[in-house]
């Protein structure tokens, strides 16, 4: 299994940019996506192939990387998004990191 | 606008089977697309359990694949998910999800259902 590993939670500012990391323990190439989960919803897709940007979604979302390392990237963070962010790899069965929590003051 | 919807028993005891009902409303699941079931345990671990196509066949998470199986009525645009032999591990929130059918991108999801297996 691919293993992927995310940042640890992370605390800020409404106003502030946050990025949020993402390790696969081997290149999945672009095949990385990105969901949002708020407390009590489902998850929801923001990101997918590393950087295209799913409809609907704030351009405040943006996502980078290739091979084993992707970022996902809040500018300017909002207090709405207060929720636990998640990667997917798809180059094989898909996995997904165990996820960080962003927390804004 | 597509919706999913889990349904099923909320409790389970183990050594039974999970049973859980996802009804599809706002897109024809023999239209496109994979059907997928995806868990998340207590502590945010989350876990890809295995697909039925729009063509029905399946592909199955290796370390579930001698426990599950994921069936469809297409009359009824439902799919299924069968889990067997429970154990208390298998306590979980079960989501039902569309997926792109070649690069397994998860673009619609269930609310989930919780699952406790528990006697």
């Known amino acids: 299994d691919t293993v992927l590993t995310q940042s640890p939670a992370l605390a800020v500012s409404p106003g502030e940019r946050v990025t949020i990391s993402c390790r696969a323990s081997e290149s999945v190439s672009t095949l990385m996506h990105w969901y949002q989960q708020k407390p009590g919803q489902q998850p929801t897709l923001l990101i997918y192939l590393a950087s295209n940007l799913e409809s609907g979604v704030p351009a405040r979302f943006s996502g980078s990387g290739s091979g084993t390392d992707f970022t996902l990237t809040i500018d300017p963070v909002e207090a709405d998004d207060t929720a636990t962010y998640y990667c997917q790899q798809s180059w094989n069965d898909p996995t997904f990191g165990s996820g960080t929590k962003l927390e804004i003051k | 606008e597509i919706q999913l919807q889990e349904s099923g028993p909320g409790l389970v005891k183990p050594s039974q089977s999970l049973s859980l009902t996802c009804s599809v409303t706002g897109y024809t699941i023999t239209s496109g697309y994979d059907w997928s079931w995806i868990r998340k345990f207590p502590g945010n671990k989350m876990e890809w359990m295995g697909y039925?196509?729009?063509?029905?066949?399946?592909n199955y998470n290796p370390s579930l694949k001698i426990r599950i199986s994921i069936t469809r009525d297409t009359s009824k645009n439902q799919f299924f998910l069968q889990l067997n032999s429970v154990t208390t591990e298998d306590t979980a929130t079960y989501y039902c999800?569309?997926?792109?059918?070649?690069?397994?991108?998860?673009?619609?999801w269930g609310q989930g259902a919780s699952v406790t297996v528990s006697s």
């Open positions: 999800v569309r997926t792109t059918d070649y690069y397994y991108v998860m673009d619609a």
């Open positions: 039925i196509s729009n063509s029905g066949s399946t």
